[in-house]
């Protein structure tokens, strides 16, 4: 299975988009069987202009799952949603793209994941 990785960072451009390669895939799955259910309502939103998290979609093939969403460590996968404590996944994932994302771009992205936001 294929997965294909947007940082949602960019208004009016498309956003930076890559593929996990295989290894990548299975530490993806390996997160997402670890995450524990967050059964409280979601308490952020991202904002509508600048950094808005990383967006996960299958490609090709059905994995029952169509769309995940990582922000401020809250992961929805679908409907259900799930913590991301200290924002791993979603640093991890943005980290993914590096070779796919201009050098500014990627170190906004992980600036604002680390709560340094100049």
Not at 19 to 40: C, G, H, K, M, T
Not at 74 to 96: A, C, K, N, P, Y
């Amino acid at each position: 299975m294929e997965y294909e990785v947007v940082l949602d960072m960019l208004s009016g451009l498309p956003n930076p988009t890559w593929r996990l390669d295989i290894a990548e895939v299975d530490r993806l799955q390996q997160w997402l069987s670890r995450l524990p259910r967050n059964l409280a309502p979601l308490s952020t939103e991202p904002p509508p202009l600048g950094y808005r998290g990383v967006s996960i979609r299958p490609v090709g093939g059905s994995t029952g799952v169509s769309q995940i969403q990582v922000f401020d460590e809250t992961v929805v996968i679908d409907s259900d949603v799930f913590s991301d404590s200290g924002r791993q996944l979603e640093e991890w994932l943005v980290r993914t793209g590096k070779p796919h994302v201009t050098e500014p771009l990627w170190n906004a992205a992980i600036k604002m994941i680390r709560g340094k936001v100049t």
